[in-house]
């Protein structure tokens, strides 16, 4: 069973940054296209940024320029860099594989003004 497993989130004070990784357990992640989203209570699950398997990438407007997504094919991860945070980034933020169509369990961002 192909499982995502996320790690990084934490608490930042507002202008800090945080770098999360998803790491994935099963094959073929080097030809999937990869997502970070994010959601915080009550709201809809957003998405932050995607890179296809030839390294192309998305981002939503309210992050260009401060994130960064990236991926290790090698190690079968995928990378946010996440900087000049701001509270309004707080949020659960969850890994998305399309190639498998599975989600990870969520790491907590929460950035403190």
């Known amino acids: 069973q192909v499982q995502l497993v996320e790690s990084g989130g934490g608490l930042v004070q507002a202008g800090g940054s945080l770098r999360l990784s998803c790491a994935a357990s099963g094959s073929f992640f080097r030809i999937s296209v990869m997502g970070w989203y994010r959601q915080g209570p009550g709201k809809q699950r957003e998405l932050v940024a995607t890179i296809t398997a030839g390294g192309r990438t998305n981002y939503a407007d309210s992050v260009k320029g401060r994130f960064t997504i990236s991926r290790d094919n090698a190690k079968n991860t995928v990378y946010l860099q996440m900087n000049s945070l701001k509270p309004e980034d707080t949020d659960v933020y969850y890994c998305?594989?399309?190639?498998?169509?599975?989600w990870g369990q969520g790491t907590q961002v929460t950035v403190s003004s």
């Open positions: 998305y594989a399309d190639v498998w169509r599975v």
